[in-house]
């Protein structure tokens, strides 16, 4: 059967293709923008005619209706690591999470330690081979396709088709919708004056030649902005953002010094805008591959001179940062942080960031902390820790004792904290 017969065979509306999930099964969807929305509305709309189906993600990006505490019997939201949409769920305790380092995800789905029954996602149109690009995420779904019963593509011509380990022959793909919306695009981040000093700091230690890892927040994007005079940036990330084209365009990035996949950027995701999208579409210099090779400690950790930039919301006198959660509240997940501190600790020349303001509310509460808030998920662990900025300046932990630590941290504390940090320190024995 030629491949164009094989489409047309599998090819039906959305609302038949989600009817080949059957009860008590496991629907493993994209990170961020590869979510497929006809798909995941169609499931929506007939949810309750189903029972106790569960759907697994990173990041998702819309609030589909299937995100509804009356309708958790019949489909609800497991998390990978929360957003916005998925977080009150999380706070209410009627969306549960899984944790786990990114890279590790792929690793958990091929040894069946969590399920993956149906894979759900978008996927650029088929090429005259039969194969589709999941040019947007092929993250953990890569891994999910090759244990999953049965794989359903939304097929739209704005997915752009990448270069990478992302293609899915239609030989693998048992049914297929087709939509025409264009992709959720996300805009770049408000940059104010806090963000902008960190980022000065951080720019400021970032060497010509440097492999980035930059996710996406008002402060590594203000990194980015300061980063456009560099040469021969290359990137090993796990999302690509428009502030890494921006770099690209400005001539910053070149790949040219990289020594682990020299002249290629590689990530696991996309999150930007359509210009972005467009940016992926058969572009050599890009490729988008699983997460178990982008964010892979020692595969990362291959690239001299990484520079990985993280954020914190709170960070305790030995270096224990506290990334998602407030207290034992979830906030977001751990995500692709400790996998790339310990890449850039294990880069030859590698600089592992960790970025926060100094204060929260105002001004009203210090982000650097005695201890953590009780509860708190640690993301970044004390033996892992190197640098640490916020806007009034760096403190360098890798290597340093507990009492060097302490006083580095409150020296880069909001003024009005330090006199009570040092107390505290004082207390604890640590000055």
């Given at each position: 059967?030629s491949?164009?017969s094989?489409?047309?065979?599998?090819?039906?509306?959305a609302h038949d293709?989600?009817?080949?999930v059957?009860?008590?099964?496991?629907?493993?969807v994209?990170?961020g923008v590869g979510?497929?929305?006809a798909l995941?509305?169609?499931?929506?709309d007939?949810?309750?005619?189903?029972?106790?189906?569960?759907?697994c993600?990173?990041?998702?990006m819309?609030?589909?209706?299937?995100f509804?505490?009356?309708?958790?019997?019949h489909?609800?939201?497991?998390?990978?690591?929360?957003?916005g949409?998925?977080?009150?769920?999380?706070?209410?305790?009627?969306?549960?999470?899984?944790?786990?380092?990114f890279?590790?995800?792929?690793?958990?789905l091929?040894?069946?330690?969590?399920?993956?029954?149906?894979?759900f996602?978008?996927?650029?149109?088929m090429?005259?081979?039969?194969?589709?690009?999941?040019s947007l995420g092929?993250?953990y779904?890569m891994?999910?396709?090759?244990?999953?019963?049965?794989?359903?593509l939304?097929?739209?011509?704005?997915?752009?088709f990448?270069?990478?380990?992302?293609?899915?022959?239609?030989?693998?793909?048992?049914?297929l919708?087709?939509?025409?919306d264009a992709?959720?695009e996300?805009?770049l981040?408000k940059?104010?004056?806090?963000?902008?000093?960190i980022?000065?700091?951080?720019?400021?230690?970032?060497?010509?030649?440097?492999?980035?890892?930059?996710?996406?927040g008002?402060?590594?994007?203000?990194?980015v902005m300061?980063?456009?005079h560099?040469h021969?940036?290359g990137?090993?990330?796990?999302?690509?953002?428009?502030?890494?084209?921006?770099?690209?365009e400005?001539?910053?990035?070149?790949?040219?010094?990289?020594?682990?996949m020299?002249g290629k950027?590689?990530?696991?995701?996309?999150?930007?805008?359509?210009?972005?999208?467009?940016?992926?579409h058969?572009?050599?210099?890009m490729?988008?591959?699983?997460?178990s090779?982008t964010?892979?400690p020692y595969i990362a950790?291959?690239?001299?001179?990484?520079?990985?930039?993280n954020?914190?919301?709170?960070?305790d006198?030995l270096g224990?940062?506290g990334s998602?959660?407030?207290?034992?509240?979830?906030y977001?997940?751990?995500?692709?942080?400790?996998?790339f501190v310990?890449?850039?600790?294990?880069?030859?020349?590698?600089?592992?960031?960790?970025?926060?303001p100094s204060?929260?509310?105002?001004d009203?509460?210090?982000?650097?902390?005695?201890?953590?808030?009780?509860g708190?998920?640690?993301?970044?662990?004390?033996?892992?820790i190197n640098?640490?900025?916020?806007?009034?300046?760096?403190?360098?932990?890798r290597?340093?004792?507990?009492?060097?630590?302490?006083?580095?941290?409150?020296?880069?504390?909001?003024p009005?904290?330090?006199?009570?940090l040092?107390e505290s320190a004082?207390?604890m024995?640590?000055?």
């Open positions: 059967m491949i164009q094989q489409y047309q065979e599998k090819l039906r509306p293709a989600i009817r080949i059957q009860d008590g099964e496991t629907i493993v994209p990170t979510e497929p929305p995941l509305t169609a499931l929506s007939a949810r309750r005619s189903f029972r106790d189906v569960r759907i993600q990173i990041l998702p819309r609030k589909f209706a299937y509804d505490p009356e309708t958790v019997a489909v609800r939201h497991l998390a990978y690591f929360f957003s949409t998925s977080r009150p769920g999380g706070l209410d305790g009627w969306t549960d999470f899984i944790p786990a380092n890279s590790e995800i792929p690793d958990l091929q040894r069946q330690q969590i399920p993956a029954d149906v894979v996602s978008m996927a650029s149109p090429d005259e081979h039969g194969y589709f690009s999941l092929p993250d779904t891994a999910a396709i090759a244990k999953a019963r049965a794989v359903v939304e097929v739209n011509p704005n997915v752009p990448a270069n990478g380990n992302c293609h899915v022959h239609i030989s693998q793909v048992t049914a919708a087709e939509s025409t992709i959720f996300v805009g981040p940059i104010g004056p806090v963000q902008e000093a980022g000065k700091y951080v720019a400021d230690m970032i060497p010509d030649g440097a492999t980035l890892q930059i996710g996406y008002g402060i590594p994007d203000a990194v300061q980063l456009t560099k021969d940036l990137v090993h990330t796990e999302m690509v953002g428009d502030g890494i084209m921006t770099l690209v400005a001539g910053a990035i070149t790949n040219a010094r990289k020594n682990f020299p950027m590689v990530a696991t995701f996309a999150l930007g805008s359509k210009k972005l999208y467009r940016f992926l058969r572009n050599q210099a490729e988008m591959h699983p997460v090779l964010n892979d950790g291959q690239n001299d001179n990484l520079h990985a930039i954020a914190t919301m709170q960070i006198f224990q940062c998602e959660s407030l207290g034992f509240l979830p977001s997940g751990t995500g692709g942080q400790t996998d310990r890449a850039a600790n294990r880069s030859k020349g590698g600089k592992a960031f960790i970025v926060l204060t929260a509310k105002n009203t509460i210090s982000r650097i902390v005695p201890w953590l808030s009780p708190t998920h640690v993301s970044t662990s004390k033996n892992d640098y640490v900025v916020t806007e009034f300046g760096v403190a360098q932990l290597g340093k004792s507990a009492h060097q630590r302490c006083e580095a941290l409150i020296a880069i504390a909001h009005n904290f330090r006199a009570e040092r004082k207390k024995k640590l000055l």
